[in-house]
């Protein structure tokens, strides 16, 4: 298994500001995921995170939207950049380990 | 586009009743997996079915893949206020596909 936690793990911004999510798991994982989420609803995936190499985005996502960071192989961040009401939910980071998913408690954030 | 249609996306039912929840698709997935959230929490992996066919117990949950691979089943056999939760299936190829959710509540 994994153990994953999430920074911070919610949070109120303003619009136009950026925040930072990190994200660290107590064992190496190559494959590493950024999720987001409605309360209530499913999860929709906005990118992979390899360490060594760019991120892959899903469709609808950008790299300046959404910059990540995968710096080793147990710790990776999320930024939500220039951030708008639309960008309210839960963020959760999640690592492929032994072919299962893992995830963290996720962020929430709330933007006003 | 590989879809995974989870049914019913709502359920209120009363302690001791039973239920199913139901993941349907057109593509053939190499495993299937069934998890569980709460409220303020990140979805917990309950189990992973691979073989076509295969029924896996976890105390009163009862996991169902498809022959086909295609369609998975969750039934829940009296259930319990702790059972309370959102859950979710996902169908995996090359990624993850993620059904739409199942909000189960179970009325003591």
């Known amino acids: 298994s994994a153990v994953i936690s999430q920074k911070p793990s919610r949070d109120i911004c303003q619009r136009g500001t950026s925040l930072t999510i990190q994200c660290q798991v107590d064992?190496?994982?190559?494959?590493m995921f950024w999720y987001r989420q409605q309360p209530g609803q499913s999860l929709t995936l906005i990118a992979t995170?390899?360490?060594?190499?760019?991120?892959?985005?899903e469709s609808g996502f950008v790299i300046d939207k959404f910059p990540i960071s995968r710096p080793n192989l147990t710790f990776s961040t999320l930024t939500v950049s220039n951030m708008s009401p639309e960008d309210s939910s839960i963020y959760l980071c999640?690592?492929?380990?032994?072919?299962?998913?893992?995830f963290g408690p996720g962020t929430r954030l709330t933007v006003t | 586009t590989q879809l995974l249609e989870q049914s019913p996306q709502f359920l209120s039912i009363q302690e001791g009743e039973n239920l199913t929840v139901y993941c349907n698709s057109s593509?053939?997935?190499?495993?299937l997996q069934w998890y569980r959230q709460e409220p303020g929490e990140g979805p917990v992996l309950l189990v992973t079915?691979?073989?076509g066919g295969e029924v896996k117990k976890l105390k009163r949950l009862t996991f169902q893949f498809g022959d086909a691979r295609k369609d998975s089943s969750l039934h829940i056999t009296a259930a319990q206020p702790g059972d309370t939760g959102l859950y979710l299936c996902?169908?995996?190829?090359?990624?993850?596909?993620w059904g739409a959710g199942t909000k189960l509540i179970i009325k003591p």
């Open positions: 999640s690592v492929l380990k032994q072919h299962e998913q893992y």
């Open positions: 064992s190496q994982v190559t494959m």
């Open positions: 995170a390899n360490q060594g190499s760019e991120a892959t985005y």
């Open positions: 593509s053939v997935f190499s495993s």
């Open positions: 079915v691979v073989t």
């Open positions: 996902a169908g995996s190829n090359y990624q993850l596909i």
